[in-house]
């Protein structure tokens, strides 16, 4: 194959690997879009606007929500379990910093524990503003921005703690699922059994493939060399973990998701609703929820997990239509409002969106195999 023209050389971070065009990554500077530009994108405001009216729709039309009821519930919430409600979801913060620590560590970097939670929490904020989980890309971003790391291995730790909460999500759920549903289980929950089982099969099939095939398939397909390198350190990121970490990346992960679905459980105490759920029907509903942010169509799945948890409480606890809404509404404050407020006076005043922090990071040495 002939040169059409003299060779470009391309740019390439501190590792030598080269500046790939990430999703809402610039392919030159290797840096995102700028937050404020994101957020003025007409695809953004859509995104963000249109389920709420949506919801506010189907609420007035086809759930008859009483807005008197619906207030009255709010208004008359324990703050000290709402208190506590928040207290324990943001517990959860630090050990997701924990967990992405230990990912990095194994995939050869070294990072804190402080500046890997301050960097998941900036990027939650990123997810609770602009859809595609872009925040996942943020949050690698910021870490080279602060380290001389490889953006594509850190790539490989975000995806590779995905899976891990996703296998959690689904064991939780369907095992708090049986729990709650032990006198019998409806062709509703059935269905959704059903779908976390097919979950479950997927991730394990792909992880299997990709580990085995992954490489080989890859240098079978024409693709350019810069992306066969994105994906060499990619898949070194996903399979950098020591088997023996992993019981101990369980239970973390484990820790997360309960502090998710106590947050839920906390919402309705503190509302006072007479809903007989139970702390492993909070896991269910909390779960399913998080499953349903999964769905990068909005920003942290607005419009879609509201709709998702609302129907659940009606239709599978009997939970009157102002009831749900407010257990939707207050919990949704807690998790995402609060994230889009605390986080922005964070993404102000962290000194890694300016890529002032510390560089304490530095490339692990692995033994030699």
């Known amino acids: 194959m002939s040169d059409c023209g003299p060779a470009t050389k391309r740019p390439r971070d501190a590792n030598g690997e080269p500046l790939v065009d990430y999703p809402g990554v610039h392919e030159e500077t290797g840096q995102p879009a700028p937050l404020s530009r994101r957020l003025r994108d007409p695809r953004t405001i859509v995104a963000f606007v249109l389920p709420l009216v949506l919801l506010v729709l189907i609420a007035v039309t086809v759930g008859n929500v009483d807005f008197g009821t619906l207030l009255a519930n709010i208004t008359s919430a324990n703050p000290i379990l709402l208190l506590a409600a928040f207290a324990v979801y943001y517990l959860g913060f630090p050990l997701r910093g924990y967990r992405w620590a230990l990912l990095l560590r194994g995939a050869g970097t070294k990072v804190s524990?402080?500046?890997?939670?301050?960097?998941i929490f900036i990027s939650w904020?990123?997810?609770?503003?602009?859809?595609?989980?872009?925040?996942?890309?943020?949050?690698?971003?910021?870490l080279r921005l602060n380290s001389d790391v490889s953006l594509s291995r850190t790539f490989g730790t975000v995806f590779i703690e995905r899976v891990f909460d996703l296998f959690a999500i689904v064991l939780l759920g369907l095992a708090a699922g049986?729990?709650?549903f032990r006198s019998g289980l409806s062709p509703e929950v059935q269905a959704v059994f059903a779908v976390g089982l097919?979950?479950?099969?997927?991730?394990?099939?792909g992880l299997y493939t990709v580990r085995n095939f992954g490489s080989r398939i890859i240098r079978r397909v024409p693709l350019p060399h810069r992306v066969i390198e994105f994906y060499d350190r990619f898949e070194e990121g996903v399979f950098s973990i020591d088997a023996r970490r992993i019981p101990q990346l369980a239970v973390i992960t484990a820790l997360i998701w309960a502090t998710e679905a106590t947050r839920l459980f906390l919402v309705i105490q503190a509302l006072g609703l007479p809903l007989n759920l139970g702390i492993s029907g909070a896991f269910f509903v909390a779960l399913i929820a998080s499953l349903l942010t999964a769905v990068p169509f909005t920003p942290a799945g607005l419009g879609l997990v509201e709709l998702g948890v609302a129907s659940i409480l009606i239709a599978l606890y009997n939970a009157p239509a102002p009831d749900a809404t407010a257990i939707v509404l207050v919990d949704r404050a807690i998790s995402v409002l609060s994230i889009i407020v605390l986080g922005s006076i964070a993404y102000v005043l962290s000194s890694k969106t300016k890529g002032s922090g510390p560089r304490p990071s530095a490339e692990i040495q692995q033994p030699a195999n």
């Open 125 to 142: 904020l990123v997810n609770c503003l602009v859809p595609a989980k872009l925040g996942d890309v943020y949050r690698a971003y910021l």
């Open 178 to 180: 049986f729990w709650s």
């Open 198 to 205: 097919a979950v479950i099969g997927a991730l394990a099939v």
């Open 113 to 119: 524990v402080r500046d890997s939670t301050e960097i």
